[in-house]
């Protein structure tokens, strides 16, 4: 009876472990939601400055106001913002692939001392 009570602790233990890698699962796939969202805007803004004249005023909102800015240097900027979204996607894909692994290890775990319990009470029912 011991045994089944300290293998019902551990498979809780694991239980909530899984839980807590889910729900930084479901944060990660929030950031990332964000992050792919703010991507296609910026290469959305990239595309639309590519097809301006070199001449042509080009204006940044900075809190209520429109401030004339160069286009080389709007370019410049959009560009790097696309660059470290990218490199900010690919972390979290990481991550993302990481806690995947860990969930799985930890389902495998949780079965395993689901089968234990199973096998222990199946031994206490026939004896």
């Known amino acids: 009876?011991?045994?089944?009570?300290?293998?019902?602790?551990?498979?809780?233990?694991?239980?909530?472990?899984?839980?807590?890698?889910?729900?930084?699962?479901?944060?990660?796939?929030?950031?990332?939601?964000?992050?792919?969202?703010?991507?296609?805007?910026?290469?959305?803004?990239?595309?639309?400055?590519?097809?301006?004249?070199?001449?042509?005023?080009?204006?940044?909102l900075i809190g209520p106001v429109l401030v004339k800015q160069d286009l080389a240097e709007a370019n410049a900027n959009v560009r790097k913002r696309i660059e470290y979204i990218s490199a900010e996607l690919k972390r979290l894909d990481a991550i993302r692939q990481d806690l995947e692994e860990k969930e799985n290890s930890k389902k495998e775990a949780v079965i395993k001392v689901q089968q234990r319990i199973q096998a222990l009470q199946a031994g206490k029912g026939k004896a």
């Open 1 to 60: 009876m011991a045994d089944i009570k300290a293998l019902q602790r551990d498979l809780e233990n694991k239980a909530s472990d899984l839980q807590k890698l889910g729900r930084e699962s479901s944060k990660n796939n929030e950031v990332r939601k964000k992050y792919t969202i703010q991507l296609g805007e910026n290469e959305l803004v990239l595309k639309e400055l590519d097809l301006l004249n070199e001449d042509t005023n080009v204006y940044k």
